[in-house]
């Protein structure tokens, strides 16, 4: 269990502020005050207590969570200009997350919640970058994907296990996270803003996906980041799929349908583009020349026509819901969870309705 000092510092990296800016939020307190909270030097009094918590946007109660989250070799698909305290906040808020999310998921009996189990895909051995392909189709067999859509990528990789984390409010520069959590459990992160279309969303959570299971493969030599890529959009549109969409070779691209394709498969049409220029559809040149026609047109940064949608993951307040139906926790305890107003949740777990329950 984390000791207060650990807790009060992991809340102040989430809310993105200083010690002093704690102090001035939490005043009249001083910096020396709360770097001493910090290493458990001091313990606040109940007031202070209550002002940090105020401060922090956190229950009182969270200082003395009983669930403890380590991670293990997090990275980012970051632009370069997001700043450490940014990371550090953005890392924060993940452990703070996945606290409360081991916390419900523990209230059930074993077997109950999905567990993650290291795909037999691990066990390739992959030399150039063009092994992914095969990687890919073998965790699309193994979870039983078919060469379908993946209509919903949120739900399919927590059916699996994997925690799938979309932050709001967080700077624009981040992309995404990935990381184990207590050693075994995989973590990706992406935006879960309107702002973000969900093609980018849904490529960017396959490259963090990527980026946790290819490093328990047997991989030398071979450039990481173009590897996660590959598997992202192999992972989205099997080759098999590919094929029958576009043709074995093109002369020629027709953007109307490549949005056509956006829409059905949720990756962008850059990212198709880029695909039928890995597998041999057209040359590199052409490829060249495309994404030359996408810069000059903005494409690059926005895409035309209507945006695929974000997803969102429901599993977590799911979960909460049910520990409350089924008596596991109070509506109370559910609020401190979901972290929402307690009149707000009673509002959304207001039925069944004395009809519905007299039925």
Request: charge should be negative.
């Amino acid at each position: 269990m984390k000791s207060f000092g650990e807790r009060l510092k992991q809340a102040r990296a989430a809310a993105g502020l200083s010690q002093r800016d704690l102090a001035e939020a939490a005043g009249p307190l001083s910096a020396n005050a709360i770097s001493k909270y910090e290493r458990d030097l001091m313990e606040p009094g109940s007031d202070v207590l209550r002002r940090l918590a105020a401060a922090l946007r956190v229950k009182t109660g969270y200082f003395y969570r009983p669930v403890q989250v380590s991670v293990k070799c997090p990275a980012y698909r970051k632009h370069s200009r997001l700043g450490k305290r940014q990371q550090h906040s953005v890392e924060a808020r993940i452990v703070e997350f996945l606290e409360r999310y081991i916390e419900v998921e523990e209230m059930f009996e074993p077997g109950q919640v999905p567990t993650f189990e290291l795909p037999d895909a691990c066990g390739m051995d992959i030399s150039e970058v063009a092994d992914v392909e095969e990687f890919a189709d073998r965790l699309r067999d193994q979870w039983e994907l078919g060469a379908d859509p993946i209509a919903n990528l949120c739900e399919t990789l927590e059916d699996q296990g994997v925690k799938v984390i979309l932050l709001d409010d967080v700077d624009d520069q981040f992309d995404g996270y990935s990381c184990w959590a207590n050693e075994q459990i995989p973590v990706v992160a992406s935006r879960g803003d309107a702002a973000l279309p969900g093609d980018r969303q849904r490529f960017t959570l396959a490259h963090e996906l990527a980026h946790l299971l290819l490093e328990r493969t047997k991989m030398e030599g071979v450039d990481v980041e173009r590897a996660c890529h590959r598997f992202a959009a192999a992972f989205l549109v099997p080759r098999s799929a590919v094929f029958p969409e576009v043709g074995q070779r093109r002369d020629g691209l027709s953007y109307v349908e490549l949005l056509s394709l956006k829409q059905k498969w949720g990756l962008s049409m850059s990212a198709w583009v880029r695909r039928m220029a890995d597998l041999g559809i057209i040359s590199q040149g052409q490829y060249r020349s495309a994404m030359k026609q996408f810069r000059s047109k903005g494409w690059h940064n926005r895409e035309p026509g209507e945006q695929v949608e974000p997803e969102r993951t429901l599993r977590f307040e799911r979960l909460v819901q049910r520990a409350v139906a089924e008596d596991l926790i109070s509506v109370a305890r559910a609020a401190d969870f979901l972290g929402k107003p307690l009149i707000e949740v009673r509002k959304e777990m207001g039925w069944p309705t004395a009809e519905v329950a007299e039925a």
